[in-house]
């Protein structure tokens, strides 16, 4: 099986798009966008999912891995269903950031980069999201983004993903 097989129809589709953003010699300007489309269908971008990535590219995939490896929105090891990604960067640090990303960790049981016994959550420490007066932000899978997470904010989401679960 090749590498490039792990991609589905779409994903490959996908990914074409993004491709012929950029001149045609150019094709790794894509791999920030191959990288997000390729974990939203497998979950996280594994060893192999890599070598897909670099394959659709024609590039070295020590390449792709160093980008996969450097941004914090690829996860290069399983993750829950429900990635929260919350932010404890300065800004929302002093409007209780910290604090909610606390709250999380105790209503959870679990602590940054840990996933729960159910495969439901993994909690993550963010970098800034650059929504600052909106402190605290949290993200939810990379996608969505919770403003102003007091507790009571956090127990409604948490309780809205269960029921997705």
């Not at 399983?78 to 002093?94: M, S």
């Not at 709250?103 to 016994?117: A, D, F, M, V, W």
């Not at 996608?143 to 997470?149: I, P, Q, V």
């Amino acid at each position: 099986m090749s590498a490039v097989s792990l991609l589905s129809a779409e994903a490959r589709a996908r990914i074409d798009r993004e491709v012929r953003k950029y001149p045609a010699d150019q094709k790794q300007s894509a791999v920030m966008a191959a990288l997000a489309i390729a974990q939203d269908e497998h979950g996280w971008v594994s060893p192999e999912v890599i070598e897909a990535v670099a394959a659709v590219l024609e590039m070295p995939p020590i390449a792709v891995h160093e980008v996969a490896t450097f941004y914090n929105m690829y996860d290069t090891r399983p993750v829950g269903k429900f990635k929260l990604a919350i932010c404890t960067c300065l800004p929302c640090a002093l409007r209780d950031g910290a604090k909610a990303g606390e709250y999380l960790k105790e209503r959870l049981g679990i602590t940054y980069g840990e996933t729960t016994g159910d495969g439901l959550f993994t909690l993550k420490e963010s970098e800034c999201q650059g929504a600052c007066g909106d402190a605290p932000v949290l993200l939810v899978n990379n996608k969505r983004m919770c403003s102003f997470m007091d507790n009571a904010k956090l127990d409604a989401l948490i309780d809205e993903l269960k029921a997705k679960g």
